[in-house]
């Protein structure tokens, strides 16, 4: 069984500049989560989506967005980049089973601002 | 709200030597405690969950926790460490009831394995 994919693995991009990442969970997972690790603020939560449906949110500003997919593939979409933005981004798939289920993650997606 | 705290934020060890990898959190509400590992640039993976039942859980790759309502504590230990143990573990927990499935995590603590 595949694991969770997430494209791309590395990004650089200028300040103003807007991002998408995408999330790919395993095959038969509705829950799909991301999260952002940074060195001063650790992991902290974006947002959750399910069934397309956007189910959770963290404390982020507007300028961080995402979306599902009905194959329930996710993107998440950074408009005008700051340099506070350089992160690697996590995605997490969980399956339905309640929330006693696995939380699985990606590689992330490491995303630099200049 | 919850919140996670890992008491170390670096742990060098030798080789075959024990660890433990202190974590306590707060919340109001039941929660679920999660201990996961990052390996550089690697995702995040599960070493052992605390639903419920028995306070002593174990995990993938010999390690365990105790989980300590009292002291609000879950502390992950292995009796003996290898080199390919040397990774990040984060701590988490989650609420146990209601629709609000995110993982609150500690800032981390970096175990370091040396020969």
């Known amino acids: 069984k595949a694991g969770v994919t997430q494209t791309p693995r590395y990004l650089i991009k200028t300040r103003g500049q807007q991002v998408t990442l995408s999330c790919s969970p395993i095959s038969g997972h509705r829950s799909v989560s991301w999260y952002q690790q940074t060195p001063g603020q650790g992991l902290q939560f974006l947002f959750e989506?399910?069934?397309?449906?956007?189910?959770n949110k963290g404390n982020f500003p507007g300028r961080f967005s995402g979306r599902q997919f009905s194959n329930s593939r996710s993107e998440m979409n950074v408009s005008t980049l700051e340099l506070g933005d350089s992160a690697l981004y996590l995605c997490?798939?969980?399956?339905?089973?309640?929330?006693?289920?696995?939380?699985?993650f990606g590689q992330g997606t490491r995303l630099t601002v200049v | 709200a919850q919140s996670v705290t890992q008491l170390d934020s670096q742990v060098p060890v030798f080789e075959e030597a024990p660890v433990e990898l202190r974590c306590n959190y707060s919340s109001s509400v039941s929660v679920y405690l999660f201990w996961y590992v990052q390996y550089p640039n690697q995702g995040l993976q599960l070493l052992l969950k605390y639903l419920s039942g028995s306070t002593l859980v174990k995990g993938i790759n010999g390690f365990e926790a105790e989980f300590n309502k009292s002291q609000t504590s879950f502390h992950l230990r292995k009796p003996s460490v290898h080199i390919s143990d040397t990774a990040e573990y984060f701590c988490?927990?989650?609420?146990?009831?209601?629709?609000?499935?995110?993982?609150?995590f500690g800032k981390g603590t970096l175990l370091t394995v040396n020969p």
């Open positions: 997490a798939s969980r399956g339905d089973r309640g929330r006693n289920t696995e939380a699985f």
């Open positions: 988490a927990v989650s609420l146990s009831g209601g629709s609000n499935y995110k993982l609150t």
């Open positions: 989506y399910f069934s397309e449906t956007q189910r």
